[in-house]
């Protein structure tokens, strides 16, 4: 790995700004089935969302592709904190990578109680997602009320000395504000963004293909969303210090290096491994010409380098 | 640390050797690859990058292997844009695969392999068919379809109380495999029916003893996996299916292709992608 790569999150040394991201490489091993996979490749790997107790999640289908991405809605399936704790945790070869755990409560007790459990782990950071769309309970709801944010990350807060990373949703209005809630109490780092709520219709039964009738829209497809959240999430973290895992569609070096110059410190790639399970190589090799290209030594220098214009009017269109 | 797993699956572009058109749109597809052709378990498929237009990739079974010329073919049905872009592929472009993925049939100690396979569901099954060792094991397998059937046939001097002079699919006779086919359509020594009314005048005609060397694989739609099921459980003979679901990653993932099995301690979710594609009967359909 090129040493121009290594970056710094929230503490925490990575070899390289590639963070798979949660709900997409299980909880770590899976796509080590590939030849040529490794998740030494990237600077740390998100495990799939855990919630205190196991979860059958939602029935099927639970994916379907749409125009240059697809909406999923998983429901949070994972074997329950205890399980992961206990069976998964050991199994994992640190040397590789960092690993992070990603939890979800259904009440705010709930997160309190997780970021305690893995507190006393060995995991890397914790990162809490209040912005899965895919449960009845707890999820979105938390992310969406950026009062409710506060309680929540407060709470884990209270329970862990762990890096903690909060999970922004885009289904907000204001994510800014949403942040700067989140960094008030003590979230370390931010994770911009989680997917966007959406739909599709099989015209034949007139029923949603998706059996939870809607999903998180994720991919290409979101990625000029995804891309102007985290700048406008980074105008408020920038103050603070507090760290940028950009994503949301990410596809290739030069989409993460947008995402780096709006503000991200580290990229997330989670959907285009589905397509291109291969594809950390070539945005780690093309970060890293990029950065050689342009003369500078290490990714940090191009951390919210975003030159904007100085016409641009609030009226969009 | 177990890690067996790792490098199972290998991420290659394939090149496409032969791409034959048969009637109702569907197809068989030849690719090149000296892996998946020399390391392939029957029951496994491919997920594979159908054209540059569409993201996602489409899972398919391998139907048969060719460890001399070290290629594969896959069948496949035409039923949507992906496996239509698909269609479109021309001898000599390559295609981007992944594979071989999934679990496999259990099928070494069983005597009596009875495969059945409807419509785009017969590819596992011939994938099977060509592993068997004819030494010690007596299979017979019977293919469905209510469209023509894939493949070249050949009508052969076999007779059975239930049909005279069969059809056969030529592959099958050459590997020597007794195979029936049926439809509810006309075609000339087709028998008449669903493969379940088939496999169930073919058990008529074995004794008791021979009944308990059977073990059935299946795969096809649901509903014709359902009735295999009911008829296995009626004659008590053991089963294994081949599943379809929507996938996203195909690698264990993201828990997107998922069905309820029934496990013994309770209902769970698998992921046919690499707990599957192949689940015991029992265990599924509850
Ligand atoms: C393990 C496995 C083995 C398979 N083997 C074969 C085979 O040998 N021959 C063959 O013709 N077909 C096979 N299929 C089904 C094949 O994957 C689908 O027909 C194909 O994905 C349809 O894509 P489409 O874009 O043309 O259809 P559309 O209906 O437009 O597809 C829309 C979306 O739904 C998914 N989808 C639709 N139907 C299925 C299905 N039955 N299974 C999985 N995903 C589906 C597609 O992948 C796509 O993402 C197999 C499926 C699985 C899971
Ligand atoms: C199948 C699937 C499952 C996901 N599961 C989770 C999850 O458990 N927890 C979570 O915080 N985000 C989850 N996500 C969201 C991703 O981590 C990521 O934020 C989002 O997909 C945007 O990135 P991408 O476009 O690169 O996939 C999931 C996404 C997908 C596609
Ligand atoms: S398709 Fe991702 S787990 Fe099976």
Redesign the pocket.
């Known amino acids: 790995m090129n040493s121009n790569l290594k970056v710094n999150y929230c503490g925490i040394e990575l070899n390289s700004p590639i963070v798979l991201l949660s709900g997409c490489v299980g909880f770590g091993e899976e796509y080590t089935r590939i030849d040529g996979f490794s998740n030494s490749d990237v600077g740390a790997v998100c495990l799939k969302g855990t919630t205190n107790e196991p979860r059958l999640g939602n029935q099927p289908h639970r994916i379907?592709?749409t125009p240059d991405g697809m909406i999923n809605a998983i429901g949070l399936q994972n074997p329950g904190s205890d399980f992961v704790i206990n069976d998964i945790l050991p199994t994992l070869d640190k040397t590789e990578t960092k690993f992070i755990i990603n939890i979800s409560g259904s009440t705010i007790e709930e997160y309190g109680e997780l970021a305690k459990k893995f507190d006393q782990t060995d995991i890397d950071a914790i990162e809490i997602n209040i912005s899965c769309p895919n449960v009845k309970e707890g999820g979105v709801a938390f992310g969406n009320d950026p009062d409710m944010s506060y309680r929540v990350v407060e709470i884990c807060r209270q329970n862990t000395t762990k890096p903690l990373i909060t999970k922004l949703s885009p289904n907000q209005t204001d994510i800014a504000y949403s942040a700067q809630r989140c960094i008030d109490a003590g979230s370390d780092g931010l994770a911009v963004i989680n997917t966007l709520m959406g739909m599709a219709i099989d015209i034949d039964s007139r029923k949603p293909f998706i059996g939870n009738n809607q999903g998180g829209l994720s991919g290409p497809a979101i990625k000029p969303i995804a891309l102007l959240k985290t700048h406008q999430v980074y105008q408020v973290s920038k103050k603070y210090n507090v760290p940028i895992i950009g994503q949301g569609g990410i596809n290739s070096a030069e989409d993460a290096i947008e995402f780096i110059i709006a503000g991200a410190t580290t990229v997330g790639v989670g959907t285009a491994l589905f397509y291109d399970p291969l594809i950390c190589h070539k945005i780690n090799d093309g970060i890293s010409d990029y950065l050689l290209r342009n003369n500078i030594k290490n990714i940090s220098e191009l951390v919210g380098s975003l030159q904007l214009n100085d016409f641009s009017s609030p009226c969009d269109s | 640390m177990n890690k067996s797993h790792r490098g199972s699956v290998k991420l290659e572009d394939c090149e496409i050797i032969a791409h034959k058109k048969y009637e109702a749109d569907q197809f068989v597809l030849t690719l090149a690859s000296d892996y998946i052709s020399n390391n392939t378990k029957p029951g496994q498929?491919v997920h594979a990058t159908v054209s540059e237009k569409l993201l996602?990739r489409?899972?398919?079974?391998i139907m048969s292997v060719n460890s001399k010329e070290n290629t594969f073919d896959?069948?496949?049905?035409v039923?949507?844009?992906?496996?239509?872009e698909l269609s479109k592929r021309k001898v000599g472009e390559q295609i981007s695969v992944m594979g071989p993925i999934?679990n496999g049939f259990n099928f070494d100690s069983v005597k009596r392999p009875i495969m059945i396979g409807g419509g785009?569901g017969i590819?596992p099954m011939v994938a099977l068919a060509q592993q068997l060792n004819l030494k010690t094991q007596k299979p017979l397998a019977i293919f469905g379809s209510e469209v023509e059937f894939p493949f070249e046939m050949e009508i052969t001097d076999k007779s059975y109380p239930f049909i005279e002079n069969p059809a056969t699919m030529s592959l099958l006779h050459e590997w020597g495999i007794d195979c029936l086919l049926t439809s509810n359509s006309d075609f000339q020594g087709v028998y008449k029916g669903y493969v379940t009314d088939l496999a169930r005048d073919f058990f008529n005609t074995l004794s008791a003893e021979e009944l308990k060397e059977v073990k059935i694989f299946a795969c096809g739609p649901d509903m014709m996996l359902k009735a295999v099921k009911t008829l296995a459980s009626q004659l008590n003979v053991e089963c294994e299916l081949s599943l379809?679901?929507?996938?996203a990653c195909a690698i264990g993932g993201c828990a997107g292709c998922v069905v309820e099995v029934e496990t013994e301690t309770g209902k769970s979710m698998k992921r046919?992608c690499v707990d599957g594609?192949i689940f015991d009967a029992n265990s599924i359909f509850q």
């Open positions: 379907y592709e | 498929f996602m489409r899972p398919i079974s896959l069948l496949y049905k039923v949507g844009d992906g496996t239509r999934g785009v590819p379809e679901e929507f996938m046919v594609p």
